[in-house]
């Protein structure tokens, strides 16, 4: 994973909510779960220092939490299962996955893509409302201070608890305005299984949604490789809207992953 420069500027206006979401300052409310005795003892409110700490021993909040009882907190009196910045969730089965699917391809046709990228678009906005100001309380860092690698691994091991998958994003190219992100066990692909085309485009919205906040631009996604084309992994690309629609338009004809890169590279600009 390389973390360097993010994409440079998009065509669309910008969303006014991504430049609402990078004034948020730090927010411990979340956190208080995570707590651990030394914060009480340091009185430790996540405000913003001028560097991160080194705190060696007792930690003052748990960080990444790698098991299903650190993560989520179950009350079965009052039937709420919620995680541990105290959000509500929601266990559903691969069944359910695919009925939702299956359903809103049934009543819509081809537009159920796009109704699951604009939903995925619209998580990962609310997402980051709530990661920016925990993330900076969290590291008492403010989120411009703060390393990209960082921030994107801070983010996704939630969600690789939550059963969406493992990641793997690439900034390499980020100064050519190209972000690849490779996604193993895509919960909506391996559902699915091999039907010979792309279906995850909720994770392309999720993904545009997030790059946009953290690259402070309107960035689009789309999904250039998957699982359920036959492939082992599915591989999305973040651009410009631009670049986006270009890729969608070779990948419909046909074109790999390679070559959707080497004309992204040498015949599209933007």
Excluded at 79 to 84: D, F, I, P, Y
Aim: a negative charge; charged letters at 20%; one cysteine or more.
């Amino acid at each position: 994973m390389s973390t360097t420069a993010l994409p440079a500027a998009a065509e669309k206006p910008i969303d006014k909510r991504l430049s609402l979401i990078w004034g948020k300052g730090a927010d411990a409310q979340q956190l208080s779960l995570l707590r651990t005795p030394r914060a009480d003892e340091e009185k430790v409110n996540g405000q913003v220092q001028e560097s991160i700490r080194v705190v060696t021993g007792q930690q003052i909040y748990k960080h990444n939490h790698f098991t299903d009882d650190q993560f989520f907190k179950h009350n079965p009196q009052a039937g709420l299962l919620t995680n541990a910045y105290g959000q509500r969730v929601v266990r559903v089965t691969e069944d359910f996955v695919v009925a939702v699917l299956g359903g809103l391809e049934e009543e819509l046709g081809d537009a159920a893509g796009e109704i699951m990228y604009k939903c995925g678009y619209e998580w990962g906005i609310a997402d980051m409302g709530s990661f920016v100001p925990r993330v900076q309380a969290e590291y008492e860092q403010a989120v411009n201070k703060m390393r990209m690698g960082l921030l994107l691994e801070t983010w996704w091991w939630p969600l690789k608890l939550e059963g969406w998958g493992e990641w793997n994003y690439d900034l390499r190219q980020g100064k050519q305005g190209l972000i690849f992100i490779d996604l193993y066990e895509s919960a909506v692909a391996q559902t699915i299984g091999n039907i010979g085309k792309v279906v995850c485009y909720f994770y392309a919205g999720l993904f545009a949604g997030v790059f946009s906040v953290l690259a402070r631009r309107q960035l689009s996604a789309i999904e250039i490789q998957c699982y359920s084309m036959g492939e082992d992994h599915c591989k999305f690309l973040i651009a410009t809207e631009k670049r986006v629609n270009a890729a969608a338009f070779w990948r419909q004809e046909g074109a790999t992953f390679k070559d959707i890169l080497g004309k992204l590279n040498g015949t599209v600009t933007g």
